[in-house]
């Protein structure tokens, strides 16, 4: 619906502009009459808050005297009379930085509801151009704002809870950690409260109460969760959860120490991770389901043991520098009685820092294998930009040449003149901006110390660090070798002061060795970059003027040039690093 209604819109335009311009009953103007590009919620989209901002983006500025209570109206089917009386109350305002006007309900939105938003043709641009045909578009609410606790541990009315249970609650969202805490979660017996210590794991929305000291034996227990527990939008627990559960006598195993410790830092990579239990445990339970480590959400690969009491997990491979682990035992961990530990052990820990100096963070630019200001150029060739896009502004689509017979594979062409798909010139903007502060950030970097370079580097073998020249650069003589030294996280930065020249051939190629990774090389070039006939090369150069590829040459990296253009002199390659 939404997509029929926008080429409505923009044929009308078309037409209005065609034979003199858009059309309004006391104006008529010269000029392309504004449209809706973009509306939250989206057209048709479903489980939208209750607590939702209705927000409609134009493509031109608009007049913010004729964004007034007849401009929009939000509405669900189901009631009854005209526009006024089928409209919701709320408040109406436009932010003039982002052509967005927005729509505030006095009230949250009815759940299980579809609304219908209707922008309508009193409202114009800057020019006095209006809207040429209503937009509408529906979305549907979801079932409930409102959080719940869908599970927890024990269960209410459990019996023969392990007296150390680590007592958890399970919400239905995600919710604001800070309203998880000892008086929105509390144990209680009879009236009595119970010491401990509120967790929250934002990754399962789960809430945890460590009791101080064991549980009493064959004793009830009350559980409560308050309706101050509230989800991320600040929306409460419609009622307390309260649930009970009773001890038994017996006591779960549990871990008494780890190595490296919770919240650790600087370990080494070649670091093999244990756990020590207060009692003998069945070796069995003891595996690599029970015992895991893992980098963000990703598992590690690695072995797992166990002997006396200690567990111990080798990771395959040595871990990632400037990275932070997270190491679990599972309550499939069970002693020789049977008895699994009362709740999971989870603990966290950092790697050393990587060798060299700290990434430089492309952001937004990252997307580009080939960036320029005023010229993207194929000679001649069958070019290829590999995962990666191209991209030019302020330069414009027609000062790209050579595409075909030069290709894009799984990327695209973005030109700061594109009108379609809406976005492209902020979003060039955006990314040479993002090019800039990486290209500043590199010129600045100073630790760790730069070391000194100058003339040409060809036939060496350089560690990860800084290495600066206050004038030109060459790579000329042999290959110049970067070796991360089994740190696939290494990271160099060159800061060359003028141009820089790989020669290529049978010599003047950038070849990686120790684990480097070109993703973490960069040349920071204060004037242009040529990167020779026939080399193979490796890194993103960001440059201040123009970067040129001669004949044949290839890059694992970007070419990013933040004044100039790129060229691609003959059958160049350059994947994604």
């Known amino acids: 619906m939404k997509t029929k209604i926008w080429i409505t819109t923009v044929i009308a335009c078309i037409t209005a502009a065609f034979i003199g311009g858009c059309k309004d009953e006391n104006v008529e103007m010269v000029g392309v009459c504004p449209v809706v590009v973009s509306t939250t919620p989206a057209n048709l989209a479903i489980n939208v808050p209750l607590e ?45 930085a982002t052509f967005t006007m927005k729509f505030t309900p006095d009230q949250k939105l009815e759940a299980n509801t579809t609304y219908s938003g209707k922008v309508h043709t009193s409202v114009k641009d800057m020019m006095g151009n209006a809207l040429q045909v209503d937009y509408t578009w529906t979305f549907s609410t979801n079932a409930s704002v409102s959080p ?80 101050g ?86 990771p395959s491979a040595n871990l990632l520098s400037g990275n932070t682990y997270t190491a679990t035992i599972t309550t499939a961990a069970k002693n020789i009685s049977g008895i699994s530990l009362a709740s999971d052990k989870v603990w966290s820990f950092s790697t050393v ?30 070019s290829e930009i590999r995962n990666l896009d191209v991209g030019i502004s302020p330069g414009v689509r027609s000062s790209i040449t050579g595409f075909p017979p030069a290709i894009i594979v799984n990327g695209a062409m973005f030109a700061s003149d594109d009108i379609a798909p809406p976005g492209v010139p902020a979003m060039l903007i955006q990314a040479k901006q993002d090019l800039t502060d990486a290209y500043l950030f590199a010129e600045g970097a100073t630790s760790p110390a730069p070391a000194t370079v100058a003339g040409d580097l060809g036939g060496q073998t350089l560690a990860p660090g800084i290495y600066k020249s206050t004038s030109t650069l060459l790579v000329q003589s042999g290959d110049l070798t970067l070796d991360a030294q089994g740190d696939p996280n290494a990271v160099w930065i060159f800061q060359i002061a003028s141009d820089f020249t790989t020669v290529g051939g049978a010599g003047g190629n950038v070849i990686l060795s120790g684990g480097a990774q070109a993703k973490n090389v960069f040349w920071q070039v204060g004037s242009s970059a040529t990167i020779g006939d026939f080399t193979t090369f490796k890194g993103n150069v960001l440059a201040l003027t123009s970067i040129t590829m001669n004949s044949g040459a290839v ?17 160049n390659i350059i994947e994604k690093p």
Request: glycine share 8%; hydrophobic share 40%; proline share 4%.
């Open 148 to 227: 719940t606790v869908t599970a927890t541990s024990p269960t209410n009315n459990a019996t023969g809870t392990l007296v150390n249970q680590v007592v958890n609650a399970n919400f239905s969202m995600p919710m604001d950690a800070s309203t998880i805490d000892g008086t929105t979660f509390t144990v209680t017996q009879g009236t009595n409260s119970i010491p401990g210590v509120v967790t929250f794991d934002a990754a399962t929305a789960k809430a945890s109460f460590t009791p101080n000291a064991s549980l009493s034996a064959n004793t009830v227990y009350t559980g409560t969760i308050t309706t």
């Open 229 to 314: 527990a509230k989800n991320e939008s600040g929306s409460p627990l419609l009622n307390n959860y309260v649930w009970t559960f009773t001890t038994g006598a017996i006591a779960a195993p549990t871990v008494t120490s780890t190595d490296p410790s919770n919240m650790a830092t600087n370990v080494a990579a070649n670091k093999v991770i244990t756990a020590v239990f207060n009692e003998a445990m069945d070796a069995a339970t003891i595996t690599a389901t029970s015992f895991t480590l893992k980098i963000g959400t990703t598992a590690v690969a690695g072995v797992v043991s166990y002997s006396g009491t200690t567990a111990t997990f080798t």
């Open 52 to 96: 939702q901002v209705i927000a409609v983006t134009f493509n031109a500025a608009m007049n913010p005297a004729t964004i007034g209570p007849n401009a929009f109206d939000l509405s669900s089917p189901g009631a009854s009379g005209g526009r006024q009386k089928s409209s919701v109350a709320g408040v109406l305002t436009y932010d003039a």
């Open 555 to 571: 890059a694992a990296g970007r070419m990013l040039a933040r004044n100039g253009s790129v060229v691609m002199t003959n059958t």
């Open 353 to 382: 820092a990587s060798l060299g100096p700290v990434a430089v963070n492309l952001k937004s630019v990252a997307r580009f294998g080939i960036i320029a200001g005023t010229g993207v150029s194929n000679n001649a060739g069958f």
